[in-house]
Nanobody, 123 residues
Framework: QVQLVESGGGLVQAGGSLRLSCAAS????????MGWFRQAPGKDREFVAA????????DYADSVKGRFTISRDNAKNTVYLQVNSLKPEDTAVYYC????????????????WGQGTQVTVSS
């Protein structure tokens, strides 16, 4: 059974940091590209970052470049999102997702999804 379980969200002041984790099971993690997406209230789910199966290639939304860093540990079947210099507009539920093969930025291009972790940034 495929599972993606996010953790690490919380309430943080503007300028603060968090480290989000996503633990995967039930599929061959090391063969899958992984992505982070987020969804704010009343808005569509949007791409945040993605990492290739090897960890060599990454991609970021322009809004988070230089502040967020995606990484993975294939030995632990876990993908991470380090989020720094947080802004109130980063407030959202953050989801991790998996897709076989190359990284993509489209929501519809991912096969498996987690339940999400809430990140709230106060001003």
């Amino acid at each position: 059974q495929v599972q993606l379980v996010e953790s690490g969200g919380g309430l943080v002041q503007a300028g603060g940091s968090l480290r989000l984790s996503c633990a995967a099971s039930g599929f061959r993690f090391s063969s899958y590209a992984m992505g982070w997406f987020r969804q704010a209230p009343g808005k569509d789910r949007e791409f945040v970052a993605a990492i290739s199966w090897s960890g060599v290639t990454t991609d970021y939304a322009d809004s988070v470049k230089g502040r967020f860093t995606i990484s993975r540990d294939n030995a632990k079947n876990t993908v991470y999102l380090q989020v720094n210099s947080l802004k109130p507009e980063d407030t959202a539920v953050y989801y991790c997702a998996a897709r076989l093969s190359l990284i993509r930025v489209g929501v519809d291009e991912y096969d498996y999804w987690g339940q999400g972790t809430q990140v709230t940034v106060s001003s």
